[in-house]
């Protein structure tokens, strides 16, 4: 089975300081996509940072970075200089292969103190 | 981009009265949609999952008779809130992704509350 997991329910973070957001999974798949999704006070899920596993390289957008650890299935999110818009639910997404299954983890809600 | 659409972006309706809400991808051909149900400051739960021109696959717990989805083209699915009561308001998102290992892409989610 497929599962996600983070651990942090809630974080904080002071402007322009950074942060990371911590996030699991399982499978026995070898070749998988992870995901990062930013869900605002609007509740649009916004797509923040994608990784392929078969990368070694981790992605970069901007302000956000990931730290990919395929052997540990570690795939954490860090965000820096963060800023008051950065405040929101996080949550980390994987998706199999075969490409026709989501899974989400359960988010972390990370605000942005001024 | 990729861009969803989904409408109502609210809706209220009385007890017993059936809700169609529409989720059309813009500018892609969505291979698959998802729809999905969240509650306050929880995750997004799977509600069913829909290809093209099949029948979609719910999930469990989820009743088919009640939320039936419809994927008639690859730009359209709709999900359809039958005799609604009111422990199904909610919000409700759906998402539609292309061909590959494409992202998903998500709706600006529709709010639903039934009286």
């Known amino acids: 089975a497929q599962t996600v997991t983070q651990s942090q329910p809630e974080m904080s973070v002071q402007e322009a300081e950074t942060v990371t957001l911590s996030c699991t999974y399982d499978?026995?798949?070898?070749?998988?996509?992870l995901f990062w999704y930013k869900q605002p006070p609007s509740r649009q899920m916004i797509l923040v940072i994608r990784?392929?596993?078969?990368?070694?390289q981790n992605a970069t957008e901007n302000r956000f970075s990931v730290n990919f650890q395929k052997a540990a299935k570690s795939f954490s999110l860090k965000i820096s200089d963060s800023q008051l818009g950065d405040t929101a639910m996080y949550f980390c997404?994987?998706?199999?292969?075969?490409?026709?299954?989501?899974?989400f983890g359960t988010g972390t809600s990370l605000t942005v103190i001024p | 981009g990729a861009v969803v659409s989904q409408h109502p972006s609210r809706v209220i309706c009385k007890s017993g009265t059936s809700v169609k809400i529409e989720c059309r991808s813009l500018?892609?051909?969505?291979?698959?949609m998802f729809w999905y149900r969240q509650f306050p400051k929880q995750s997004l739960m799977l509600m069913a999952t829909?290809?093209?021109?099949?029948?979609?696959?719910?999930e469990q717990g989820v009743e088919k008779d009640k939320f039936l989805i419809n994927h008639a083209s690859l730009t359209l699915s709709t999900l359809t809130v039958t005799s609604a009561h009111p422990e199904d308001s909610s919000f409700y998102i759906c998402?539609?992704?292309?061909?590959?290992?494409?992202?998903?892409?998500f709706g600006n989610g529709t709010r639903l509350t039934v009286t």
């Open positions: 998402s539609a992704r292309g061909l590959g290992y494409s992202p998903l892409h």
């Open positions: 499978t026995s798949e070898n070749n998988y996509y």
């Open positions: 990784q392929e596993a078969y990368k070694q």
């Open positions: 997404a994987f998706t199999t292969n075969t490409g026709n299954q989501f899974y």
């Open positions: 500018d892609f051909q969505a291979t698959t």
């Open positions: 829909s290809n093209e021109g099949s029948k979609a696959t719910y």
